[in-house]
């Protein structure tokens, strides 16, 4: 069954240095506070996973949390670059960043194998791309039906997922509604997974279409209002735009980055 | 309001116009952000109410009244025929080839309409560091037609893409069938200076249509290969004193 405990208590026994995490959330729902309590934290050499890295991950690796990143595509949604990540690869400033490199749906179905159990996932995908040349974990596969060439990409397995969602009960069970993205395959897939919600409610009143993880696929559930700041929860907060506008002059010199880390963190690089 | 006076337009929204006018109604596109998205949702509200777009978010059918700033926004949902997960939107919707047009942008686009949105450089050690594939690689090999907008210049229309990042006509003509891939590729591009399309022999991307006062010699210098010209080079319609309305209302209520 789920714990349901404080976020830095939580971080502190679920993510460790070293391990794989994978925080999802696809626009909607981003686990920000979590993030931001890794890097208080001071985790490092995290494998970090994502389909869109986003301002979260930005941070992470500005932050020298991370020395190697899984993702499909690292923008600023909406407003461009995100320059953290760009230091990192372009300069290896702070630390250097191996980067593991797939497409969207390349990454959807990596998370589905590991929530399902195999070994891979097989898509019609890459085809005629040059990302199977530089990235290791896309091969072909032959079908052996048809025999139609295919890809194939291994099952993610993350040691931790961290995601957020709109609600828990007190046992730990979690409803989350909207845009869903990847969360519910990365929660199954990994070892060990951390939800943080908006509030916790003594039980939970059905919401149809909100995906329910039972409490036994969670290993622990923070209460974290306003957790996904600035991205949005669908009924709770709107996604603060502006914020992510901003984030791209913060972001984009280094020693403002550090100044903002140090006064919004209380962390150093 | 001033009716705007269709002689006083912008290149960007010539270009934007010109976009929204290659969405059929009744179809379905599987829309990128920025350019895409803001031609996509100019069509529905002119000639396409019933064009149907496709978030990689899982929004299907969105119907938004403002531009999103990003793929994910809660307008989007909230205003869905039906918002699935990630893994769903990508295995069920886009790769049996059940959506119609793919609507692209690049950082890069070469002659055979190969796209770049990866790196500006060697892989390893890029000059430029661009977001990735994101959904596009799929999109590009799954729908039945890719269009794709950008704005022109030398640096982005190159003879060779730094990197494949979506697969286009590869080296020309037959290369997409030789690799299995499903859909037809790009059938047009649209630009801020003309449209270009594949030419039925080569695949090679020429240049089929002007905007209105351009000269092919503009569209040459903005353009990193020797440009081939159709010999039946059409000029785009200026765009309607309507077009530039519904543009500006969509462009301010989404500022």
Known sequence: MA??????????????????????????????AAGQEIIRQRRTGLTLARMTPDIIYDQLIGAGCAGKLIFSWGGNPGVGSLHRFRDAVQHS?????????????????????????LPFAVLRGYTGTDLAGHTGTIKPITCPFTGERLTAVPALNPDVAIVHAQRADRAGNVQLWGITGVQKEAVLAAHRALVTVEEVVPELPPRPGAIVLPAWAVTAVAEVPFGARPSYAQDYYDRDNEAYQAWDAISRDRAEFGRWLREELGAEV | MSTPDSADYTTDEMMSVAAARALRDGSSCFVGIGLPSTAANLARRLHAPNLTLVYESGCLGAKPSRLPLSIGDGELAETADAVVSVPEVFNYWLQPGRIDVGFLGAAQLDRFGNINTTVIGEYADPKVRLPGAGGAPEIAASCREVFVVLRQSARAFVEEVDFVTSFGHGHGKGDRRRLGLPGAGPTLVITDLGVLRPDPETAELTLTELHPGVEPDQVRAATGWPLRVAGDLAVTPAPTEQELRVLRELKKVSA
């Open chain 1, 93 to 117: 400033w702070p630390v250097p960043l191996e980067i593991e490199e797939h497409s969207h749906a390349g990454m959807a179905n990596r998370y589905v194998a590991g929530a399902s159990g």
């Open chain 1, 3 to 32: 714990e349901v405990i404080g976020l830095r208590e939580a971080v502190a026994e679920l993510v460790r240095d070293g391990d794989t995490v994978a925080m999802e959330g696809f626009t909607h729902l981003i686990p920000v």
